[in-house]
């Protein structure tokens, strides 16, 4: 079947501008995760949803950072005022459920902000 | 804070060779480990994981072994094969909440010579 799958899967802005990142998990997928890649680095978590609500944001790195998951299947990453700094990989991921063990990933989206 | 480090940064082995890449933990409560593979433009690929109630696994031409004593993990592949060559990164699954927060170390390469 399908995995994950994120949209775009570039993307290159200017510094100040708006973005939107995308990512559909598998189908029946209840747990959402997303992450950020540096170059170099392990992916670090973002934010957890549970079905349509966000169980935890603390990975978040400042109120510039938003997501969401309105019906509980896809996920949109909303960064403002994109800076420099925030050029990564942004990976989702999903799990079958709160507690399940195996997170599938999604082949990420490279952010660069020029 | 917790963190899941590994001491080799590159590993280049022959085809045919048997690998281990290593890792530290530093959260002794964690009990659940996973291996994940990530290939150049991809997202991780989840390979094999532990708990902690147990000492080794093995699955396909992969083994891990924890040790809890010292907090160390290891990844052995065996007959490496040019298509093992890639990014692995150990993850510990963060304490509380009832969901799975990867905590992701800073990955070791492993390179695959003919």
């Known amino acids: 079947g399908a995995g994950v799958s994120q949209t775009p899967s570039n993307k290159v802005t200017e510094k100040g501008k708006y973005v939107e990142l995308r990512c559909d998990p598998i189908?029946?997928?209840?747990?959402l995760y997303w992450y950020r890649q540096s170059l170099g680095q392990g992916p670090e978590f973002l934010i957890y949803f549970q079905g349509t609500g966000a169980a935890d944001d603390s990975g978040l790195p400042n109120d510039r950072f938003f997501a969401v998951r309105p019906e509980g299947s896809v996920s949109t990453l909303k960064i403002q005022r994109t800076e420099r700094g925030d050029s990564a990989v942004y990976l989702c991921a999903s799990s079958v459920d709160r507690g399940a063990d195996t997170q599938y990933f999604g082949p990420g989206t490279r952010l660069t902000v020029l | 804070g917790e963190s899941v480090g590994l001491h080799l940064p590159t590993l280049s082995v022959q085809e045919g060779d048997n690998s281990i890449i290593n890792c530290a933990y530093s959260n002794s409560a964690s009990d659940y480990f996973i291996w994940y593979k990530q290939e150049s433009g991809k997202g991780p690929q989840f390979i094999i994981d532990i708990r902690s109630n147990m000492d080794k696994r093995q699955g396909q031409r992969v083994t891990v072994l924890l040790n809890k004593t010292v907090k160390h993990l290891s990844l052995q592949i065996a007959a490496t094969q040019p298509g093992d060559s890639a990014v692995y990164f150990c993850?510990?699954?963060?304490?509380?909440?009832?969901?799975?927060?990867?905590?992701f170390g800073a990955g070791t390469r492993l390179a695959v010579h003919p």
């Open positions: 189908s029946g997928h209840t747990a």
């Open positions: 993850a510990e699954i963060g304490s509380g909440g009832g969901y799975n927060k990867l905590i």
